[in-house]
């Protein structure tokens, strides 16, 4: 009889060759609840096909990034953003020797708890429920509660935790309000999610009309670069050989690596990103189809506290809490299915 042969073993062996400050699949914390490992696939490339394959993943494709139920076919969606995320993330975590499956789960999952209409959506729940709402943490509430008919997608540790702490506040890049994560590939990808929010929320900014390319800020583009490419490159790179202690060549040295960027390359891309606040984000929230998406998400919390008896079934299993079980389910919901609903209970 032939003997089985053990893909996942031969993965994970592999996986010694990694930097030391990588996380090895074998080595994880483990899950919520114990599984029997695959035989094909590590413990990490199990947890991303798991997100790729949710509910919750393919509703991102019909999710605001910035731009509300826009006209044009090229204007980035939270799906299309969520796949970015994961190409430049996984791009820093190869060059770094780190462990790229785990990069790429965390950037797969980082933003299924996101409401429709974008951080629009966001804002308002957090107003409306007395516990408030983080996108961040509705996410991770997805991966272990609300996918999978109330079974979550059982996820390990490592992977859950850089889901949870990806967010990040209003302050300066790397700066103080920056918040940690536990990993290196968790890292990474709160980085390289920075990295490509600001770079195509310019390029749908300017596609809106909103901005003009010669209105970006001259001390940025001057060092990161004037087209998409250029600064997404000029960044990427930055990064790697700001951070390439967490190779592992410096062990002797350095106890504790970090995903970094080098002074002046952070300065010029805070620069940009405090440009998008004042000029693209502050203006955006004024407008038309924003205050439409307010009225929505006011209408639809409302009502269904009202109407309990119209949330689905599986909502009311998921807690014992109206309010939670509200947020649940708006939150859950596509920019078209949202709109849909606030239709209906105008009627």
């Not at 993943?57 to 994961?86: C, M, N, W």
């Not at 950037?107 to 729940?125: M, N």
């Not at 999978?148 to 490592?158: M, R």
Request: charge should be negative.
């Amino acid at each position: 009889m032939i003997r089985q042969l053990n893909v996942r073993q031969l993965s994970e062996e592999r996986e010694e060759n990694l930097s030391p400050y990588a996380v090895k699949s074998k080595l994880s914390q483990g899950r919520l609840r114990y599984e029997e490992s695959c035989p094909l696939r590590t413990a990490f490339q199990r947890d991303r096909d798991r997100i790729i394959h949710c509910k919750a993943f393919r509703r991102l494709k019909h999710k605001t990034q910035v731009f509300i139920a826009p006209l044009g076919d090229h204007y980035v969606t939270r799906l299309t953003h969520t796949l970015e995320v994961s190409q430049i993330a996984r791009t820093i975590a190869r060059a770094l020797n780190l462990n790229e499956d785990l990069t790429e789960a965390v950037a797969l999952g980082h933003d299924l708890g996101h409401t429709p209409f974008g951080h629009v959506g966001e804002d308002v729940l957090n107003e409306l429920n007395s516990q408030g709402f983080r996108h961040n943490e509705q996410s991770l509430r997805v991966v272990d509660l609300l996918e999978n008919d109330g079974q979550g997608l059982n996820l390990n540790w490592e992977v859950r935790d850089g889901i949870l702490n990806h967010s990040k506040t209003r302050g300066d890049i790397l700066g103080e309000e920056w918040g940690k994560v536990n990993t290196l590939e968790g890292e990474v990808c709160k980085i390289a999610d920075m990295v490509a929010y600001i770079n195509h929320d310019i390029g749908d900014a300017i596609r809106a009309g909103i901005i003009a390319e010669r209105d970006l800020p001259l001390a940025a583009v001057k060092i990161l670069g004037i087209s998409h490419s250029k600064r997404i490159n000029t960044m990427v790179s930055d990064i790697i050989y700001s951070s390439w202690a967490a190779r592992g060549y410096d062990r002797m040295i350095i106890d504790k690596p970090t995903i970094s960027m080098s002074p002046q390359i952070l300065e010029a891309t805070n620069i940009l990103r405090e440009f998008l606040f004042e000029r693209v984000y502050n203006v955006h929230s004024a407008q038309e189809e924003t205050r439409r998406a307010r009225e929505v998400i006011y209408l639809l919390y409302n009502s269904f506290k009202e109407h309990e008896d119209r949330l689905p079934p599986e909502y009311r299993a998921y807690s014992d809490d109206t309010e939670r079980r509200v947020v649940d389910y708006i939150a859950g919901m596509t920019d078209q299915y949202a709109l849909r609903l606030a239709e209906e209970f105008e009627r």
